[in-house]
């Protein structure tokens, strides 16, 4: 098991692991002589998940709100002069 961050790789332990994870190293394990890394659970990305949910929540309510112009633009049209 090793722990990577920049330019540092180190061999590390199991008991080791939470240490490294906390000092922000990632964890990979060494599998067909390449390096696998873990999928690790930080605050980083806890919110990085939760504010691509709140971009994909605006980005329908701004197609929302683009469809309701249209079809404003559209009824403005046909009215005469």
Request: aromatic share 6%; proline share 0%.
């Amino acid at each position: 098991m090793y722990a990577v961050k920049a330019n540092r790789q180190y061999k590390i332990s199991e008991d080791e692991k939470q240490k490294y994870i906390d000092l922000g190293y990632k964890i990979a394990e060494l599998k067909d002589n390449k390096l696998v890394f873990e999928e690790v659970e930080t605050e980083e990305s806890k919110e990085i998940a939760e504010l691509k949910a709140k971009v994909k929540e605006l980005e329908k309510e701004l197609e929302e709100v683009k469809k309701v112009e249209e079809t404003d633009k559209k009824a403005k049209k046909g009215e005469g002069k």
